[in-house]
């Protein structure tokens, strides 16, 4: 079983900065790209950002300029640095993973995920 603990998130004013982290433990299953996903109130899950085993990254229009996906494969953790926040990135951020290694990973839903950590953005 994959595990995937979400950390980082809480309250800021618009403007600000978070850095959400995703420690992983993979218990023997393969892991191989990583990334974030955000839900808000009334709206559809959607991917933030996603990188690869490789370093790949893919990240929404909607946040391009203001986000960086990283990972430490040494960690087995997956960071999201998040800065110019407005209250329109308020959700709750949710890390998964996949299994595949196909280039475009990205289109698929991950395959595991993490319970979740809030992200409130204060106008």
């Known amino acids: 079983q994959v595990t995937l603990v979400e950390s980082g998130g809480g309250l800021v004013q618009a403007g600000g900065s978070l850095r959400l982290s995703c420690a992983a433990s993979a218990n023997g299953f393969a892991i191989n790209a990583m990334g974030w996903y955000r839900q808000a109130p009334g709206k559809e899950r959607e991917l933030v950002a996603a990188i690869s085993n490789r370093g790949s990254t893919y990240s929404a229009d909607s946040v391009k300029g203001r986000i960086t996906i990283s990972r430490d494969n040494a960690r087995n953790t997956l960071y999201l640095q998040m800065n110019s926040l407005t209250p329109e990135d308020t959700a709750m951020y949710y890390c998964?993973?996949?299994?595949?290694?196909?280039?475009?990973?990205?289109?698929?839903?991950?395959?595991?995920w993490g319970q979740g950590t809030q992200v409130t953005v204060s106008a």
């Open positions: 998964a993973a996949w299994k595949t290694t196909w280039t475009y990973f990205y289109t698929l839903r991950g395959d595991y």
